[in-house]
């Protein structure tokens, strides 16, 4: 049972941010969607891994995973995935050293801390970013759609929504323009002051979608463009836009002062051609802008120089937000005691999956043993009593058994956290066998398979540290 103790080290976390190379830099580290469901069932499987989910925002790549249970624990002590990682979003086997230097990882209790940091804002470009959220949800429920969700992502990921909520609630972090739409919104404003018309909103997104909430409260007149126009007209609806599929905007623009694109594609959507139509048709006469948040990008940068057409892509969008990014640390401190505080409760959590059966199985025993006492005692000695009489000894009896069976409940709890490898077998070694017995089966019969009993260590880091904001240390 040692590596029950251990389950947190089963969860790691590998991967690249906006950090490394800018934004633009992500767009080779992101899986195309053709294909891309396939490609994570696969390397889940060639990696040994029980459990993936796959990240993917404007900000970062990663995936989230659990190791398999039932690994000799001695192979995966130092086993780093990053270059099968690499592999996999990449697409080519990395050069010797090239994964490790590209790509960070966390693992054990730094990735869950990871995890909390990027769903409350607190790891993003936009210190206190709203559609972080949204994004960790979406990946959540992509790995639980594709089959590669278990018990101990399901746990992680609850917790960290858990987490990012409490921050919104609680702190001021989230308020005001602290999103990257936010920033893209500003831009836009400034652009309709000097010529008022149209902005068209490539992609059906929770960055689009916010920009379109947010221009909607001046009156801006909207148009929503996806490749499946009734995709565009859902989104359309709520800011009293109008709607056109991507095939007729491309081949027939209407005039537009400024596109927002933020779709899912592995090529510009924009390109040269279609560029040029949509900067002939400005009633300003002047060059509309082009605001890119996709990454890949989605508006082909090369055509826009070569046209001179303004384009703002994501690495300017980040850069403007960072410049806020110090304003916020004094709520991002607050948030991160929040943090600090769901660590020990995911903790507790996975405790009570594993060994919820155990705890129940010992309270049984002693409700048992109690009954069976009282039932010899009315028996033999208390023949006389009454209906009530024996109903309140019994009731009586019951209540004392659970309040028994608490003091050893809470020392196991505090072996599991606290005591060194081998505490709970040494615990159940000195209590009778056949009571022994009947609680490691109860273990034995812990409803998630995932969590086996011969877990294994795949320490991708040392303990996790902290900088500024108490980001998980990552090698």
Sequence with gaps: M?????????????????????????????????GRDERLRGFARDAGLAELAYLDTCNRVEIVFAHAAGADSGDSHHRDIRPLVFELLVGRTPE?????????????????????????GLDSAAVGEVEIVGQVRACRDLAAELGLSGPRLELLFDEALSIAAQVRGTTRIGRGHVSLAEVAVAKLRERLERTPGTVALVGVSAMTERTALSLAEADTPLIFVNRTLAKARAAARPCAATAMCLTDFLRDPPAVEAVLSSAGASEPLLTEPALERIAAKTHSGQAPLFIDMAVPENIDSGACRKLGLPRIGMDEIVCEAQ????????????????VDGALPRLRDRFAER????????????????AREGVRRLLKKDLKGLGDAERQAIETWAEVLARRFAHIPTLGLRGLLHHGPDGSLDAFLEGLDPKFAEE?????????????????????????????????GAAR
């Excluded at 994964?99 to 940091?117: I, N, P, S, V, Y």
């Excluded at 410049?323 to 929040?338: G, P, S, T, V, Y």
Aim: proline share 4%; hydrophobic share 40%; net charge neutral.
């Design 354 to 369: 594993v060994y919820g059966p155990l705890f129940g199985a010992l309270q049984n025993r002693y409700r048992h043993t």
């Design 2 to 34: 040692q590596g029950l103790v251990r389950v947190l080290e089963e969860l790691g976390i590998v991967g690249i941010s906006w950090r490394q190379d800018g934004s633009e830099a992500l767009a080779r580290f992101t899986l195309p969607r053709a």
């Design 439 to 471: 609680l490691r089966q109860a273990l034995d019969r812990a409803p998630c398979q995932a969590l086996d009993r011969t877990t294994r260590r795949d320490e991708l880091s040392d303990r996790p540290g902290r900088d500024i904001i108490g980001q």
């Design 96 to 120: 010797p050293g090239e994964a490790e230097r590209t790509l960070k990882a966390w693992q054990g209790e730094g990735a869950c801390e990871h995890l909390f940091l990027v769903a409350a």
């Design 323 to 338: 410049i806020n990014r110090e304003a916020r640390l004094l709520e991002a401190a607050q948030a991160r005691e929040l």
